[in-house]
């Protein structure tokens, strides 16, 4: 896997070239198919875009992201090209402009390598699509990428992108990124403007990068933001005088052994690099859930009103089912629970008076066979659903900044993640944090990864 980082040094060190490494890319894409990454790879732009990046470093006018290969989940508009948010019923959708965070991307030179497979109109965990075939977990064929932004998760984790956007409404950047071993960040909501893309919901909806590392994601949310994220303090190598939120409530329930281990094991390295750890407890974490789904089928309701008046046979079963529950919800429980969602907003925040950071697992559950739609941990069945979104959705609410960070592996060679939230607007700070950690202790996981490297096929 080519981190953005290293790809940007070898260009300007003249090493290689953007239309070098774009071939390479492409053709590892072609190579991996049986992932299943993508909806659509776009070969020509790709090589035409390269061209001109190649040019720009010539003339030393390059951009933040110039030569880069990215990609684009499928709801993201690419101006001339569908954006079929994965759904038949948007097969033949082609924006007539680019989203606001694809045209910041060209501005800073990314090369386009393709748009990628998602849970149909991002509704859903699992990327299991009935229409367009799941997206392959590089770890293990066989098991879930994770979603909605799975096949994004898939393109960076196979290699064939150095970083990716996608969606998250309930958890749907970081999930993929934790069952493929990579890092997804959700920014603070609204940081990254979502206009041009198909919304689930405009109250959760966030735009975040998935990459290989947090420098990688530093690169791509300065191209998106146009602000500073350095993150390198040669003063500050260790977390002496951090404090760390460790929850007591929630955020340990009903997750698997093995996620629990590793997790523990990055709160003691962060308390060896200095950190102090202190007990919270987060405000009606236990709600996230049922307010997450009462908002987001809401206004998916109102988004796809339309579509479903026309459509509505033809949207896959699972996410026809949700679009009508969404359709019933009587106006003052969508009320309630927006005004729910504003005050446990408002609480969340005054944790970050007294905590730098706050730490939990990013999944309860490791990633499951395609197929599966149940978790059962400690003897309690539940959907997938519920269950992967467990421990995500709280932070859409809140609209927090959010890194899930890949921290260890487990004995069926899985990675296994957790998630590090900072007040809202401390993006740059929640990465830098994140950035003394990763240089301690991830080095070696990055290497095995790399070594693992999901032989091309």
Known sequence: MDT???LLAGYREQKFSPPEITRKQLERARQNQHLNAFILQTEDIALQQAEIAERRWNLEDAG???GIPVSYKDNI????????????IDKHFVPKHHARAVRDCNREGAVMIGKTNMHEFAFGITNNNPFYGPARNPWNSELIAGGSSGGSAVSVAGGSAAGSLGTDTGGSVRIPAACCGLVGFKPTYNLVKNSGVTLISWSLDHIGPIAGTVDDIRIMMEALTECNFEIEDERKQDLKGIKVGVPVNHFTNRCEREILAVYKKALQQFEQLGAQLVEVEVP??????????????AEAASIHRWRAAKYLKKYGEDVRLAIDAGATVPAVEYIEARKRQKAISFACERL????????TPSLPALPKPIGQEEVTIDGQTEPI???MIRYTSYFNLTGHPVLS???GMTSTNLPASVQLISAKGADSELLRLAKIYEDYHLLELYQRRRQLSFPDK
Not at 284 to 297: N, P, S, V
Not at 352 to 359: P, R, S, Y
């Open 64 to 66: 933040r992201l110039e």
């Open 4 to 6: 953005i980082k290293s």
């Open 405 to 407: 960070l890949p921290v």
């Open 284 to 297: 009606d974490a236990e709600l996230a859930g049922a307010l997450t789904f009462t908002i987001a089928t």
């Open 77 to 88: 508009y690419v101006k001339g090209l569908p954006a079929t948010s994965g759904s038949l």
């Open 385 to 387: 659903f519920n269950c």
């Open 352 to 359: 970050f008076t007294d905590i730098d950071l706050l730490m």
